[in-house]
């Protein structure tokens, strides 16, 4: 079960960096990504690799970047210029291709306000 952690309080504005510490190899994972969930709303996909593909949610484009250890296993999730819209829980997701695998994190919450 992949293990986050960085999440917190911050003011529009600021930055965060969020980590996602897995068992697998963080290089040859199928799918490894961030998902969040705001207060009262569905989870969506932020941003995430697929098949070595990276992908980002157009609400974070430029403003958030993935970045793996492949030392660690972690998947960061760098987070700038934050914004209120961002509150939300952010949930780590890693996947096999076939599903032989799938696992989400117990989620980390961020919370963008003045």
């Known amino acids: 079960q992949p293990v986050e952690s960085g999440g917190g309080l911050v003011q529009p504005g600021e930055s965060l960096r969020l980590s996602c510490t897995t068992s697998?190899?963080?290089?040859?994972?199928?799918?490894v990504g961030w998902y969040r969930q705001p207060p009262g709303g569905q989870r969506e996909l932020v941003a995430g690799?697929?098949?070595?593909?990276?992908s980002y949610d157009d609400s974070v484009k430029g403003r958030f970047t993935l970045f793996r250890d492949y030392a660690k296993n972690t998947l960061y999730l760098q987070m700038n210029t934050l914004r209120p819209e961002d509150t939300a829980v952010y949930f780590c997701?890693?996947?096999?291709?076939?599903?032989?695998?799938?696992?989400w994190g117990q989620g980390t919450q961020v919370t963008v306000s003045s």
């Open positions: 690799i697929i098949n070595e593909n990276y």
């Open positions: 697998f190899s963080i290089g040859t994972i199928y799918l």
């Open positions: 997701h890693v996947s096999g291709k076939w599903g032989e695998y799938d696992y």
